[in-house]
């Protein structure tokens, strides 16, 4: 599993560290590591729904950022339970750019195992680092 949870981050909130050889990896990472928080198992979301996402931000870290509030956006807006089907981000420039394809299905309770109700991702420690050629970012939800 390429994410784990930081429990001495925050104690009313949910952290984890993820990581990955690529910005992809580490995208793909983070979606996981979220949606687990949700999902006891989030093999149980089926791929009944396909959406398409494109995103740009300044950072990187501010694109990571915004792709986890478009997840957390699409369970409180569309009830929907979305995991990375395929995802490219192109980091560089003023300008980093995110495309990615997601699949879920609506949130059944007799399906899903929910655990918390995740209500934003926050900045408070947020970062996304590059070291010895691996990906990680740390992340803190509010839940």
């Given amino acids: 599993m390429p994410y784990r949870y930081l429990d001495t981050i925050a104690t009313a909130d949910a952290a984890f560290e993820a990581s990955g050889e690529t910005p992809e990896e580490l995208f793909a990472s983070c979606a996981d590591a979220l949606m687990n928080v949700m999902v006891e198992n989030p093999d149980s979301i089926g791929a009944v729904k396909s959406l398409d996402i494109s995103l740009d931000e300044e950072s ?84």
């Fill in 60 to 143: 990187l870290e501010m694109l990571l950022f915004g792709f986890l509030e478009e997840l957390v956006y699409y369970k409180d807006a569309e009830q929907l339970l979305l995991r990375v089907k395929k995802i490219t981000v192109l980091p560089g420039g003023d300008r980093n750019i995110l495309t990615a394809v997601l699949s879920g299905e609506t949130i059944d309770p007799q399906k899903h195992h929910l655990l918390v109700d995740v209500k934003a991702v926050t900045l408070h420690r947020f970062r996304v680092t590059k070291s010895s050629g691996m990906w990680k970012a740390t992340v803190v939800l509010d839940i």
